[in-house]
């Protein structure tokens, strides 16, 4: 597994502290990190605009990801403001705990 180290980018908040995430090494893509982010943070991917590894590269393709070490800091760049429309209910297969590949166990 690979660890990092997740926020949403929002200089407005008081407490705007990480959170680590878990990426199975075998599947380090852009869209694997987004999903995982994006259901950790509870944020809908399709808000996000980019992300962003601190402090000043954007994170554009999966190689960039591959490239990524053990507890790096990630933003999650917004593209909409209104927090009503940012933050959604994950799906079962979404939150966190869920394991994927136990789901796909047959009995």
């Given amino acids: ?6 926020r ?3 200089p407005n908040l008081r407490e705007n502290d990480f959170i680590e995430i878990e990426l199975d090494r075998q599947e380090l893509t852009y869209k694997e990190l ?3 982010s994006c259901c950790e943070l509870g944020v809908n991917p399709e808000h996000v ?3 962003r590894k601190l402090p000043n590269t954007v994170l554009r393709k999966d190689k ?3 490239r990524l070490q053990d507890f ?3 933003e999650l760049v917004l ?13 079962l297969s979404e939150r966190s705990g869920y394991n994927k590949k136990a789901s796909e166990l047959t009995y």
């Fill in 1 to 6: 597994e690979l660890v990092l180290k997740v």
């Fill in 8 to 10: 949403i980018q929002n």
């Fill in 34 to 36: 987004l999903r995982v």
């Fill in 49 to 51: 605009q980019k992300i």
């Fill in 64 to 66: 960039d990801v591959a």
């Fill in 72 to 74: 790096q800091e990630l």
């Fill in 79 to 91: 593209t909409v403001s209104d927090k009503n429309l940012l933050f959604r209910v994950p799906t």
